[in-house]
């Protein structure tokens, strides 16, 4: 009898949610009329949208108790500096690759060249048309900074909680004896809201189903043989980017990539079937210190990596920009796809909770470098655009991942964590 391990039974139940959604997904599709279709599909993503409620429920306090108590445990200022220093380091050089390697791969295929524009249906594009008009770098500077820490929260505005969590932090350790107290409570309640997330994590296999199920009977499976070459590019350029960031992680980590790979494949399914990085944030965080990352490492860098290193939604952002300005015929010559470029690592932060981040970024890109193209060119990528965000999602994890053990590593945090009984 074959005997799996405890932590991977989790990834079993999932992959087989998955399998049965996509199952139940077509037959719907098949079978039902298109009434029956959307009554199916908002049924069956409550399943989803409970989850990922639950989920959405705890990242916030996760972030501020356990950011708060991981500054506050360094007890030196600079140790602050010197981390966000080193993480800000590794993220933009993998936001850089990433979108550099998402330009090269897509003028290399071009899978835009001779794509029908007929049909295309521009309504499905109002809602990524709307979070447009709020897109701009003067609105994400005065976006990072919050005007109600309550509000953030509520919002779930990670990286306005990170700002109001790094002055809290640096505030509670100027108290140094008399703060301890504070610091052991704040410790003591993000210990019992990772303990929530085991009990949430229970539950995944329903929202994955729900996922699938939905998009599946709402699209079917055939819409994939539309887009098969547009999709199936962008996954080379995922696996390339995989192979770079595995290959830097190894160069870093050694022998020790390896077991970093099988803590977080439960966080890696999770993302790829609900299409939600933010899915998997607490147990990520869970699993990273499980690794061996201490905790006020993984507090201070993961929630900066969820706004500043999404490696998966950069490289498709320049590749999605490329394909329409292919599709609608516009050429863009090496200068302008370099500006576009600078454009999406500015543009692209710090709206990792918006749905859809990185079609928002996409459509704004695409009207200042590509005026001619209409606003719901959008709606082109749309139909296939879940089947794309579940790679890149997975992507995103992997990324954030690594993100936290290589400073770990530089920051001589990383500790070797034997298991006390079998998995």
């Known amino acids: ?230 999709i199936g590019t962008f996954y080379v350029g995922l696996a390339l980017l995989w192979i770079i960031l595995l290959a830097v992680g190894y160069l870093i980590l050694r022998q020790r990539l390896k077991t970093m790979l099988g803590r977080i494949l439960n966080p890696l399914v999770i993302a790829f079937s609900t299409t939600s990085s933010e899915a998997v944030f607490p147990k990520l965080t869970e699993e990273m210190e499980r690794f061996g990352c201490r905790p006020n490492i993984v507090s201070f860098v993961l929630p900066l990596g969820y706004s500043f290193n999404l490696d998966g939604s950069m490289m498709y952002m320049t590749f999605a920009s490329i394909f329409l300005a292919q599709a609608y015929g516009v050429h863009l010559d090496f200068q302008t796809q370099l500006g576009m470029l600078f454009m999406l690592m500015l543009t692209s932060k710090g709206i990792a909770g918006v749905p859809r981040a990185s079609l928002v970024v996409v459509t704004a890109t695409c009207a200042v470098f590509m005026p001619t193209i209409p606003a719901e060119a959008i709606a082109l990528i749309l139909p296939v655009d879940h089947f794309c965000d579940m790679g890149r999602s997975m992507t995103n994890v992997l990324g954030n991942a690594l993100a936290t053990s290589a400073v770990s590593k530089w920051e001589g945090a990383l500790e070797h964590v034997p298991h006390t009984k079998p998995e």
């Not at 199952?23 to 298109?34: C, L, P, R, S, Y």
């Not at 950011?67 to 500096?81: E, P, S, Y």
């Not at 850089?96 to 001779?114: A, E, H, K, R, T």
């Not at 919050?146 to 002055?167: D, R, W």
């Open 1 to 230: 009898m074959i005997r799996i391990p405890k932590r991977h039974r989790l990834t079993l139940f999932i992959l087989l949610a998955m399998v049965l959604g996509v199952a139940v997904g077509e037959w719907v599709h098949q079978t039902a009329g298109a009434k029956e279709l959307k009554e199916f599909a908002g049924q069956i993503k409550l399943l989803t949208t409970i989850f990922m409620r639950l989920v959405q429920m705890i990242i916030a306090p996760l972030v501020f108790f356990t950011l708060v108590a991981g500054i506050a445990k360094m007890g030196d200022l600079r140790a602050v500096g010197r981390i966000g220093g080193k993480s800000m380091l590794w993220f933009v050089s993998a936001s850089l690759v990433s979108l550099l390697l998402g330009m090269v791969l897509v003028n290399f295929f071009q899978p835009g060249v001779g794509v029908s524009l007929a049909d295309i249906d521009s309504s499905s594009a109002k809602e990524v048309l709307d979070k447009t008009q709020h897109l701009g770098l003067a609105k994400f500077i005065e976006h990072v900074f919050p005007k109600s820490i309550t509000e953030a929260m509520a919002n779930n505005e990670v990286l306005q909680v990170v700002v109001f969590s790094l002055f809290f932090g640096i505030a509670l350790t100027a108290f140094g004896e008399k703060g301890k107290p504070v610091v052991q409570l704040f410790d003591l309640v993000g210990h019992v809201i990772l303990k929530m997330v085991g009990y949430i994590m229970q539950i995944a296999p329903l929202g994955v189903f729900g996922a699938m199920a939905s998009v599946i009977a709402l699209k079917g499976v055939g819409v994939l043989k539309v887009y098969l070459y547009y």
